[in-house]
T-cell receptor, first 117, second 113 residues
Framework: GAVVSQHPSWVICKSGTSVKIECRSL??????MFWYRQFPKQSLMLMAT?????????EQGVEKDKFLINHASLTLSTLTVTSAHPEDSSFYIC?????????????FGSGTQLSVL | KQEVTQIPAALSVPEGENLVLNCSFT??????LQWFRQDPGKGLTSLLL?????REQTSGRLNASLDKSSGRSTLYIAASQPGDSATYLC????????????FGDGTTLTVKP
């Protein structure tokens, strides 16, 4: 099956620092990738849609200057949490649709647990 | 706005039992429905994808059904094993955009040896 690699799997940082999370599609090209946030025992909330070669589309209530998304190639999207604060601590997961179009089966990365001290 | 509910929130069964997980959704105008498995602290693994025109999908010991008109899907797990212990999420996809799927909160399954 398709593989989506997400790195790092966990990160601990001080308040005020920026953290970059990478999401790679290893065996297929993805013009679109998705970034989610998940709180303990809750479901996934879509944060933004990452579009290769163009600006990301953010969901309502998500600060685009806080969560910078870059999709520079067909296999890599990055999420940078800028000036992280404790309330940004969460589990972040990316996904990519197999086949590249947005209506295909979703494959997920393994997630990144962010802890901001 | 689509709402997805999964009942029960947690389920514990002895090994070998057959079980059913439920997923209900409020808006029947869906494109597809996908069942996922999530292990603690991990990402999601796709189990089954049902297109809106389909009634069910099967993979090994798993069978997922879809009744779009009543807004329900079930995931049937046959002959459960301790390795099946995980959280199972269903996600309902709107037209042509899997990424905007609405996820349920999941059912946490524990299969006891």
């Amino acid at each position: 099956g398709a593989v989506v690699s997400q790195h790092p799997s966990w990160v601990i940082c001080k308040s005020g620092t920026s953290v970059k999370i990478e999401c790679r599609s290893l065996d297929f090209q993805a013009t679109t990738m998705f970034w989610y946030r998940q709180f303990p025992k809750q479901s996934l909330m879509l944060m933004a849609t990452s579009n290769e070669g163009s600006k990301a589309t953010y969901e309502q209530g998500v600060e685009k200057d806080k969560f910078l998304i870059n999709h520079a190639s067909l296999t890599l999207s990055t999420l940078t949490v800028t000036s992280a604060h404790p309330e940004d601590s969460s589990f972040y997961i990316c996904s990519a649709p197999m086949g590249g179009t947005s209506n295909e089966k979703l494959f997920f990365g393994s997630g990144t647990q962010l802890s901001v001290l | 706005k689509q709402e997805v509910t999964q009942i029960p929130a947690a389920l514990s069964v002895p090994e070998g039992e057959n079980l059913v997980l439920n997923c209900s959704f409020t808006d029947s105008a869906i494109y597809n429905l996908q069942w996922f498995r999530q292990d603690p602290g991990k990402g999601l693994t796709s189990l089954l994808l049902i297109q809106s025109s389909q009634r069910e999908q099967t993979s090994g010991r798993l069978n997922a059904s879809l009744d779009k008109s009543s807004g329900r899907s079930t995931l049937y797990i046959a002959a459960s094993q301790p390795g099946d212990s995980a959280t199972y999420l269903c996600a309902v996809g709107p037209n042509h955009n899997a990424g905007k799927s609405t996820f349920g909160d999941g059912t946490t399954l524990t299969v006891k040896p």
